[in-house]
């Protein structure tokens, strides 16, 4: 069985009616508060592989002892 994604809103999804007559349908409905943050996660993401990419990063190990030191946690 071929599936079909439909993605808009209410009224975009709704046009198709037509051909979604008398076939089973799964409905999600998004947050959309949680789909901008989700937006802006792999946004942050992206950055961060692009500056790594440009040689923008350093050694966990490093970055990791200065926030024990800057926190004064031991370790």
């Known amino acids: 069985m071929s599936q079909l994604v439909l993605e808009g809103t209410w009224e975009e999804v ?3 009616s037509s051909e979604l007559m008398g076939k089973k349908v799964r409905l999600i409905v998004i947050d959309e508060s949680a789909d901008l943050e989700l937006t802006a996660t792999i946004a942050a993401i992206q950055e961060g592989m692009e500056s790594f990419r440009r040689g923008e ?16 946690i031991s370790g």
């Not at 190990?61 to 800057?70: G, H, T, V």
Request: glycine content about 6%; charged content about 35%; hydrophobic content about 25%.
């Open 14 to 16: 709704i046009c198709h």
């Open 57 to 72: 990063s350093r050694p966990a190990r490093e970055a990791l002892e200065e926030l024990r030191q800057k926190h004064g």
